[in-house]
């Protein structure tokens, strides 16, 4: 059951961590085209959304009251330190690149990192992979492309 609660964690904050971050990136970068804006996003997605997503964890599975305090605590630690750790992956491009070129890469990442392990928990599962990669995709594109849109309504109207 230890491993159960790993993987919901390890799941939890990997998707969070790729969809939020990439959210705000495409946003603050189409809102402000200030790196330092897009670095300060990063990382606090990495720390305050971390916290919050593990504490979301940790209240969820204390509320189906099946799990051990410790299979709390490895879901709860589990979802902070995958998703501080792969918010801040997303900061590597935007210290070594141009703003828009970051973007691009760390789209790809995102979106290579969710397909990858997509397909890895659909094989898993007996599922189909292309479709569950196809949702999660679908759902990262909408995302970013709502964020995109909200960024540079932002930057219209409060220029």
Known sequence: MSKHSLIVGFSFGLTSGIITTLGLMVGLSAGTHSRLAVIGGILTI????????????????????????????IATLSTFFSKFIFALTFVVPVLLLKLSTALFVSVIWGLGMLSFFSY?????????PWKVVAEH????????????????????TFS
Request: hydrophobic content about 45%.
């Open 46 to 73: 990495a720390i305050a959304d971390a916290f919050s997503d593990a504490l979301g964890i940790h209240v969820s599975e204390e509320s189906e009251s099946t799990h051990t305090p410790k299979e709390i605590w």
């Open 120 to 128: 890895r928990m659909a094989k898993v599962q007996g599922d189909k």
């Open 137 to 156: 995709l679908i759902i990262v594109i909408t995302v970013i492309t709502i964020t995109y849109h909200v960024g540079l309504w932002i930057s219209a």
